[in-house]
Nanobody, 123 residues
Framework: QVQLVESGGGLVQAGDSLRLSCAAS????????VGWFRQAPGKERDFVAG???????TYYSDSVKGRFTISRDNANTVYLQMNSLKPEDTAVYYC?????????????????WGKGTLVTVSS
């Protein structure tokens, strides 16, 4: 069992930056692909960024490419650096871990989810 806890969300203005963290406890998830996803009110949960277990492969949605950076440390934490934030980035951000699969993680492939952290970007 892996428990994931997101942190770092908050209220910021357009153009500001935030760094989200996803800390894992329990069984190690060092061999898992980890993704960040977001869900705005009334919308589906969408993929934002992903990183494979070595950290050597990263994946981004077109909407955040060039603005967001995903990384992981050698322990059990994955980060999402978000720069040049826009009002349309407002959502609850979730991290999720996938044990099997290749390529960018999809919501349906995630085995462990965190409870999310709210990011609100004002114009």
């Amino acid at each position: 069992q892996v428990q994931l806890v997101e942190s770092g969300g908050g209220l910021v203005q357009a153009g500001d930056s935030l760094r989200l963290s996803c800390a894992a406890s329990g069984r190690t998830f060092l061999t898992y692909t980890v993704g960040w996803f977001r869900q705005a009110p009334g919308k589906e949960r969408d993929f934002v960024a992903g990183i494979n277990w070595t950290g050597g492969r990263t994946y981004y949605s077109d909407s955040v490419k060039g603005r967001f950076t995903i990384s992981r440390d050698n322990a059990n934490t994955v980060y999402l650096q978000m720069n040049s934030l826009k009002p349309e980035d407002t959502a609850v951000y979730y991290c999720g871990a996938r044990q099997y699969g290749t390529g960018a993680p999809a919501p349906g492939e995630i085995y462990y989810w965190g409870k999310g952290t709210l990011v609100t970007v004002s114009s």
